[in-house]
């Protein structure tokens, strides 16, 4: 039995090159796994498993006559539905895009399929990625491998569900705040976000484009660094891509910590932080200490004020971003409209959700004029003292070790009545994004209800290779990465 839904990128493209399995076959491996999963998970706006399956069968007389042309080359993969696919369906989980269908392709899908990769489908999320659980979705309920009662994280969740349930062997999603790591945490596997700029946007619908990045969630840590290695790379589509800037985050992949500066901050285990995560926390500097890497103690004063200036900046933003859903050149339509004006007022009323509407009345109101000094400008002036914060911070140590989240998953319906409390869940990933540096989370096992947990490496803007050599040292001496959620099956 080759268990082929259940094995990395890596383990999968060995397989291939030693003639052991094929494209087909893999592709078949993850088709039966959405067949059997994905009634209970669902991770998936749209799967396109025939044509998958098609383009496999394609690849496996290319691949028998001329080899395998990277890592990636005949794996079928997933993207989160706010990345634009030509003619394929993305929906940001909103009603109002139900029926939008690209013209074009976004970067990250173009550079996937020059590598060879085969799109399997579209993950839910929550709607427009606004949210923690993936309950704000207009379109589905995904639900955690570990335990269907449970959330999978979000806003990401659909990609997070998708990966951890064999579903996908990788998937990309989005990060504004967290939408990344805190669903790999919550879910058990690998997300990163990397520095802002690092990977094209082109072809994502934006949310908040200041903090918006792209990037990856797959089962282990070298899975990681190849695909955040096929993403990168600068895209004159996109405006705020960095200039060519070479990251090499595989040949010292697994060269080890030693002598590497870990920093610890109290700031991150205050009050809230679940116990079994605590306990990772001290093993996982246990870890890193026998690795012969030096915990050092650092300051972080400026933890409280993130949450607050990442809404006022994310609403602000996106409150600017969705002015352009009004029915009027795609997306849903009201049907019944008295003129122009309740065009625009039904369309927008009936296509948002009650999350998104939040949002923007909460970044149009810190926008408006007699509002703005008190609250976009100095939630702009707390951003800038964050990133003076981490600076100082990287002075002292090369990367910062915290959790990802304070608590494992939580339950359906747990969270939604108090949007704090959801915003909360945030707490820990936010600072990262208003710096625009990078950072993963990583398996760190299960607590005693059986969900996993997640510990999040940040380190300095474009230290990716430094963030996942270490990351990749801690999965060497734990194996955390080796777990895989049961079988869900109705
Ligand atoms: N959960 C956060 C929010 O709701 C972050 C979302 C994200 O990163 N897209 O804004």
Known sequence: MKDLA???????????????????????????????????????????????EEEASACDARVKEHGLAGTLDAIPYALKDNMCTDGILTTCSSKILSNFKPPYNCTVYNRLEDKGGILIGKTN?????????????????TTNPWNPEYVPGGSSGGSAAAVASGMAPYALGSDTGGSIRQPAALCGVVGMKPTYGLVSRYGLVAFASSLDQIGTFTKDVEDCAVVMDAIVGHDAKDSTSVPEQHIDMLTGLKSGVK???IGISQAFMGEGLQDEIRKS????????TELGAEIVDVDFTMLDYALPAYYLIASAEASSNLARYDGVRYGVRAEDYDGLVDMYVKSRSEGFGDEVKRRIMLG??????????????????????????????YQSCDLLLTPTTATTSFKFGERTANPLEMYLSDLYTVPVNIAGIPAVSIPAGLDAKGLPIGLQLAGPAFSEDTILKAAWAYEDQTRYTDLRAPLQKK
């Not at 408006?368 to 976009?376: K, P, T």
């Open 6 to 52: 259940n094995k990395t990128v890596t383990e999968l493209h060995a397989l291939m090159a030693a003639g052991d399995t094929t494209p087909s076959e893999i592709t078949k491996a993850v088709a039966v796994r959405i067949a059997e999963e994905e009634p209970v998970v669902e991770a998936y706006v749209t799967t396109l498993v025939d044509q998958a």
């Open 281 to 288: 926390l001290d093993e996982a500097i246990r870890v890193y």
């Open 364 to 393: 149009t109101y810190a926008l408006s004029a007699g509002y703005y000094d008190a609250y976009y400008k100095k939630a702009m002036k707390v951003r800038t003292l964050i990133i003076q914060e981490y600076k100082k911070v």
């Open 125 to 141: 999320m929550d709607e427009f990625a606004m949210g923690s659980s993936c309950e704000t979705s207009a379109l589905r309920r």
């Open 259 to 261: 002598g590497m500066k």
